[in-house]
């Protein structure tokens, strides 16, 4: 009996890396047309009896305004192009904050996202967690660094029902992604701790605060060299 157990457990962690790894292979090259959050999302506007929005169209990393791909940089993680998916220094930092008070501070990097919103469900917990480690590895080790924001820009909610670069440009300012300017690409970098709550367009003072903030840092970081 427990060598059929572990026999069990053996073939089926030795398929869970051959689908993973094949996955994160096979995404280095093709779109992501659809995450687990995208149907999540679809489900619950049914279940709530909203009408369903799903707007979620892929455009490569050429078709996507160096202003947004700067933005979401300087607006979630300044340190991506130096690090290896994890952000100890950020780590240490949001630790030390949510021992003070009640509130508590992320610090999940791009690539952390980009992993999470691919392969894994929202809702947080130590398995998913240790899934999200375990992929951040994956993507870091297989992808370019240009790979994985142009999946992220492709992937991350950005509205209600709302994907991607493509989607959000069109949705807030009826432009194509190619073509956002400066300030629009900060006020949809803005949003994107809680993209159910707030809206790129019209800001309210909040948003324009923290576009204000994210713009300032554009100008301070310099332009994008992924290589």
């Not at 194509?176 to 690409?185: D, F, I, K």
Request: one cysteine or more; glycine letters at 4%.
């Amino acid at each position: 009996m427990f060598r059929k157990v572990f026999r069990f457990l053996y073939k089926s962690l030795l398929w869970f890396f051959v689908i993973s790894i094949g996955l994160v292979v096979v995404y280095k090259w093709v779109p992501v047309v659809v995450t687990p959050l995208m149907v999540i999302r679809t489900v619950e506007q049914k279940i709530d009896g909203k009408d369903m929005v799903w707007k979620h169209d892929w455009e490569s990393i050429d078709n996507i305004s160096k202003n947004l791909q700067l933005a979401v940089i300087c607006s979630e993680d300044q340190n991506f192009l130096n690090h290896h998916g994890f952000d100890m220094k950020a780590i240490e930092k949001a630790l030390e904050f949510n021992k003070k008070g009640k509130r508590t501070r992320g610090a999940s990097t791009i690539s952390q996202q980009t992993a999470k919103n691919v392969f894994l469900w929202p809702h947080r917990s130590w398995l998913r967690k240790g899934l999200e480690a375990y992929f951040t590895f994956l993507i870091e080790l297989i992808w370019s660094k240009e790979r994985i924001i142009e999946v992220y820009l492709n992937s991350i909610e950005m509205g209600n029902g709302i994907y991607g670069a493509e989607a959000a440009a069109q949705h807030w300012f009826k432009r194509p992604a190619a073509n956002l300017r400066q300030q629009e690409a900060a006020a949809i970098a803005a949003i994107l701790p809680s993209p159910l709550r707030y809206r790129a367009n019209p800001a309210t003072n909040y948003i324009q605060g923290r576009k204000n903030w994210i713009t300032r840092q554009m100008r301070f970081f310099g332009p994008l060299n992924y290589d």
